[in-house]
């Protein structure tokens, strides 16, 4: 397949086309010259205590050292861990890849059926866990293959007393460690101590290596682990570094990690591209309680932040907000799902910066679209293939299209995954032999190499015959004032096949359905327009604060008018 690439001639000004692959051998090697570089420099920073990059380098090679001589883990194994944004996070992470094993990042918030379901289909032999979800792990532990358990509490890496402080309030206080008994767990802090008394042997990895197992298409049915190399991790942190090294400077950068690490989105774009270049990653455990949020950013001096939508419309939309401290900010990454063009503008008017929005998936480690930072405003763009990275929109036969044609997003670039964990048949039916990722998003590319979503396949409404994508309804119903959030869905229709139906969190308790209606009519054809209308309190999202449109798919029907 031929590939014009006209993307390269509008990369920004000292942006290459290729990026150098060679320089890490694998993600301890970054882990380990970011530790050389800045030793004393802050590295990540939670509940008020930091972790130097000395300190990461030391607790991580402990942690290493007790799963290899401790635990008796083999290079390959499998480690799960289940743990929101704590200090352990990070220490585990970089442990288990220092001693040669396989990260299986675990959502803390599975149910009993979905855990039990990866563990076993990853293998695992062994689980980090925080106590606040212990008590999943031990209703499912006996019938998967994982031999050894780690239990944490928050503040376990916090100074005494407070430790001691926020442990008891999160336990007895606020009740959120349900009672567990895992005969046999091992406590965080003692495999740390028991791990200095090893002796640490460096792992011999190289870019083949697989480095994580990130569990995606669970909203499709049973969830698949992308195996991601070490190769695949640092081919991306190096595109993405290239990609906003211009406004960098190493050393000194705060970037605000509200998603959570166990994401594909914040273990690359914070955990590793900001370790790269020195940068202090500010951990926030509950990105939920907003004004908490706000709270603890309102003195910080953060240079970036990433998120996705509905995190920055949360912000927004908190009091306080508007009162926060912006003037170190330089970058902010939207990524995830669609970013909309209401919450673009709010955010550039609050902040003073474009809220660039970039493009990826678990399969591609995950970045394979970037916008330019220098942006001035919002474009509806997922913006520019990054370097080492072709796009290509394709018809249904494998047929590339021309510029402004819609067709499938597929992408080859050496982040790509190699493949899924014991699913050749899955993974042959998005993986070419050449390579080429077909992602399952609907797109079109125009004549500067920009890239426009235009919606996932499979969330496509089909109206008598015309194709009406969710994101651009939600985009003009997000532009009223009165609307905080929204989600379109295709329903069951007798005239026209199907429907578009949307449900409404209301900003303003006196918007009304023929509100809505009024402004749909004014900016969407007739065959786009809401046919339903729901007014709810709330939208079902994903951990990371994803919109999940398959749960309103699915959910119980309640009374809603139709046009």
Request: net charge neutral; glycine share 8%.
């Amino acid at each position: 397949m031929s590939i014009q690439r006209p993307w390269l001639s509008s990369y920004p000004a000292g942006v290459p086309a290729q990026v150098d692959l060679d320089e890490f051998s694998s993600v301890v090697a970054v882990l380990e010259s970011a530790c050389e570089r800045f030793r004393h420099r802050p590295a990540f920073s939670n509940l008020g205590k930091v972790l130097s990059y000395d300190d990461v380098d030391r607790l991580s090679r402990q942690f290493a050292a007790f799963l290899t001589g401790d635990l008796g883990l083999k290079k390959g194994d499998r480690v799960a861990l289940m743990m929101p944004n704590v200090l352990q996070y990070p220490i585990a992470i970089f442990g288990v890849l220092r001693a040669g094993l396989v990260v299986v990042n675990t959502n803390p918030m599975y149910t009993a059926r979905e855990l039990k379901h990866q563990l076993n289909d990853s293998g695992a032999s062994a689980i980090v866990v925080l106590d606040n979800f212990a008590h999943t792990v031990s209703e499912v532990l006996r019938d998967t293959s994982v031999k050894h358990v780690v239990t944490t509490a928050v503040g376990d890496l916090l100074n005494f007393p407070k430790s001691f402080i926020v442990n008891f309030v999160v336990k007895h206080v606020k009740k959120k460690v349900p009672a567990f008994d895992i005969p046999g767990a091992i406590r965080f802090a003692d495999a740390l101590a028991r791990g200095a008394k090893q002796t640490y042997r460096k792992a011999d990895l190289n870019h083949d290596d697989i480095a994580f197992l990130q569990y995606t298409g669970g909203t499709t049915g049973v969830a698949k682990g992308a195996m991601l190399t070490h190769g695949n991790l640092v081919a991306n942190m190096q595109q993405a570094s290239l990609w906003i090294g211009v406004n960098v400077k190493p050393g000194e950068e705060v970037i605000i990690t509200a998603l959570p690490l166990y994401h594909i989105f914040a273990l690359t774009a914070n955990g590793l591209v900001f370790m790269k270049f020195g940068g202090l990653n500010y951990l926030i455990t509950d990105p939920r309680d907003m004004p908490a949020f706000v709270k603890e950013i309102s003195n910080l001096k953060f240079t970036a932040i990433t998120g996705v939508n509905t995190l920055f419309n949360g912000l927004l939309n908190t009091p306080g907000f508007d009162k926060v401290d912006f003037s170190a900010l330089h970058l902010t990454l939207g990524g995830g799902m669609a970013v909309q063009r209401a919450v673009a503008e709010r955010w550039k008017k609050v902040t003073g910066v474009p809220l660039a929005e970039a493009y990826g998936l678990t399969e591609t480690s995950p970045a394979a679209c970037i916008n330019p930072l220098d942006i001035p405003d919002y474009n509806g763009s997922i913006g520019l293939p990054i370097p080492s990275t072709d796009v290509s929109i394709q018809d249904d036969n494998g047929v590339q299209l021309g510029y402004g044609e819609i067709g499938e997003l597929c992408v080859k670039g050496p982040q790509v995954m190699k493949g899924y964990w014991n699913r050749p048949e899955e993974t042959a039916k998005v993986l070419t032999p050449d390579g080429w990722l077909h992602t399952g998003d609907i797109a079109r590319m125009d004549e500067k190499g920009y890239c426009y979503i235009v919606d996932r396949k499979k969330d496509m409404i089909l109206v008598s015959g015309f194709n009406v994508y969710p994101n651009e309804v939600e985009d003009v119903v997000a532009l009223h004032p009165g609307v905080l959030e929204v989600a379109a869905i295709g329903v069951p229709d007798e005239k026209s096949g199907e429907a578009v139906k949307i449900f409404v969190v209301r900003k303003d308790p006196k918007l009304t359905e023929a509100d809505l209606r009024a402004h749909c009519k004014e900016n969407l054809t007739g065959y786009k327009l809401p046919r339903y209308i729901e007014f709810r309190d709330s939208l079902p999202k994903s951990n990371v604060g994803k919109i999940i449109r398959r749960e309103l798919r699915d959910g119980p029907v309640k009374a809603a008018t139709a046009a």
